[in-house]
C-alpha cells in the first residue's frame, strides 16, 4: 500500500465582478431588474447551446455539452441547499474554456449575476467538491446581487472607479458587523477571529469569508467553522445547519484530506452498490487517544444524526483493525463508510500516521 500523501488546501482562489474588475468603463452598463440600482454585467459571448441543469440555466462556449459534466452539475446542485440557491438567483451557470488569464488555482469565477465553469472545475472533481465549489460562487452572486444602491450611485457619479466586495455588499457588509471584520485602511481588513474561525483563503477579507462559511454549512462542514459564522449563515439561509448537513459526510475535527494510490476500502463492498460513480474521500483523523471502538461508535453516531441509516459492523482483515458498512442516506441513496485503524498495524510498508476514516460516494 502507498502512503497516501496529504493533499495541499485547495487555494479557492475565485474571480468575482466586484473583486475583480474596476467598473464605470465603457463596457459597463447600467441596468434596471427591478430591484436596487445595480450594476449590470453583459451575458456570456459566443454561446453555442444551452441546457437546463437542475433548475439553473446552463449556457456553454465551448463546442458541444459533455454529458459527463451534466451528470455533476446536475448532482451537485442537488448537494446545494435550496436556500443558497434561491439567495443567489444566479442568472447563467456558463460552461467557459481555459482562454481567459486566470491564476492556476482558480477553479471557477462568478461575474456578477453568472458562474463561469472552467476545463480545472472538472479535472478529478467529485460532487461534493463540486458542491463547495458552488456553494462559493452562488454566495458571490448572492453579494453581487445585494449591491448597496449608494455606491451603485457613487461609480455613477464617477466619485469613485471601482466597488470593493468587502463594503459594496449590504450581505457583506452585514456578515462582517456579525463577525467582527473591520476596515483599517491601508493595511486592509482584520477580524480576530479570521485565524482559526474560517479557512485560510476566508481569511483573506469578509466577502471570501462569508463564501467559505457558506459553502462550509452548505456540505455539512459547519463544525469546522466559528459558532458566529454558522449563526449568521443560519439566519442568511433561514436553515439550520444541522438541516443543510443531513445525507452528506460528517468530517471529525481538524482531520486531514489525505489521498491514497490505493483504495482504503472494500471495493467489492461499493461494488455492489452498483452505481456508475464512486468518489472515495479519504480523512486522516487527529490522535486523541481514543480506541477503535471509541471512533467506530462516534463516526456511526454522527452519520446518523445526519439521517443515515445504517451500522459500521468488524471486517475481518489480519492487516489492520477494520470496521466499515453501507449508510442509507435520506432519499435513499447510499454511502459506504470504513474505518482502519493504522496504529495497530505493522503489515503494511508505509502506512497512514493513524488512523483514515473513508467516505465512498456512490451514485449514477
Request: aromatic share 8%.
Amino acid at each position: 500500500m502507498a502512503v497516501p500523501r496529504p493533499l495541499l488546501p485547495l487555494s479557492l482562489l475565485f474571480v468575482g465582478l466586484l473583486a475583480a474588475c474596476t467598473l464605470g468603463g465603457a463596457d459597463v452598463e447600467i441596468v434596471d431588474a427591478g430591484l436596487d440600482a445595480r450594476i449590470g454585467v453583459p451575458e456570456a459571448e459566443g454561446v453555442i447551446w444551452q441546457r437546463e441543469v437542475a433548475g439553473e440555466t446552463l449556457v456553454g462556449i465551448t463546442a458541444s455539452a459533455n454529458p459527463s459534466e451534466l451528470s455533476l452539475i446536475t448532482a451537485a446542485l442537488g448537494q446545494v441547499p435550496e436556500p443558497v440557491k434561491r439567495q443567489a438567483d444566479v442568472r447563467n451557470l456558463v460552461r467557459a474554456t481555459d482562454t481567459e488569464t486566470l491564476d492556476p488555482a482558480t477553479l471557477a469565477f462568478s461575474r456578477g449575476p453568472d458562474i463561469y465553469l472552467i476545463n480545472r472545475t472538472f479535472e478529478g472533481t467529485s460532487r461534493l467538491d463540486l458542491a463547495y465549489t458552488l456553494a462559493h460562487e452562488l454566495t458571490h452572486v448572492a453579494q453581487f446581487n445585494a449591491l448597496d444602491p449608494g455606491f451603485v450611485d457613487q461609480v455613477l457619479a464617477g466619485e469613485v472607479d471601482s466597488l470593493d466586495p468587502n463594503s459594496a455588499s449590504v450581505d457583506v457588509a452585514d456578515f462582517s458587523d456579525a463577525i467582527g471584520w473591520e476596515d483599517r485602511g491601508a493595511t486592509g481588513w482584520f477580524s480576530e477571529s479570521a485565524a482559526n474561525g474560517t479557512t485560510v483563503y476566508g481569511a483573506s477579507g469578509p466577502s471570501e469569508d462569508m463564501a467559505e462559511s457558506v459553502a462550509l454549512v452548505a456540505t455539512g462542514r459547519a463544525n469546522e467553522l466559528s459558532e458566529d459564522r454558522v449563526r449568521w449563515v443560519e439566519e442568511w439561509t433561514g436553515v439550520s445547519a444541522a438541516e443543510m448537513a443531513r445525507g452528506k459526510p460528517w468530517r471529525p475535527p481538524a482531520a486531514s484530506l489525505i489521498s491514497s494510490a490505493n483504495p482504503i476500502y472494500d471495493e467489492q463492498g461499493v461494488r455492489s452498490l452498483g452505481g456508475s460513480r464512486v468518489e472515495p474521500l479519504y480523512l486522516l483523523l487527529v490522535e486523541d487517544g481514543s480506541t477503535t471502538q471509541q471512533l467506530v461508535e462516534m463516526v456511526g453516531s454522527e452519520l446518523r444524526a445526519r439521517g443515515m441509516a445504517g451500522v459500521l459492523e468488524e471486517i475481518p482483515d489480519s492487516r489492520v483493525p477494520r470496521f466499515g458498512g453501507r449508510m442509507v442516506r435520506p432519499g435513499g441513496s447510499l454511502l459506504w463508510v470504513e474505518l482502519w485503524d493504522f496504529r495497530f498495524s505493522t503489515a503494511f510498508a508505509n502506512p497512514p500516521p493513524g488512523v483514515v476514516l473513508t467516505y465512498v460516494d456512490v451514485w449514477s
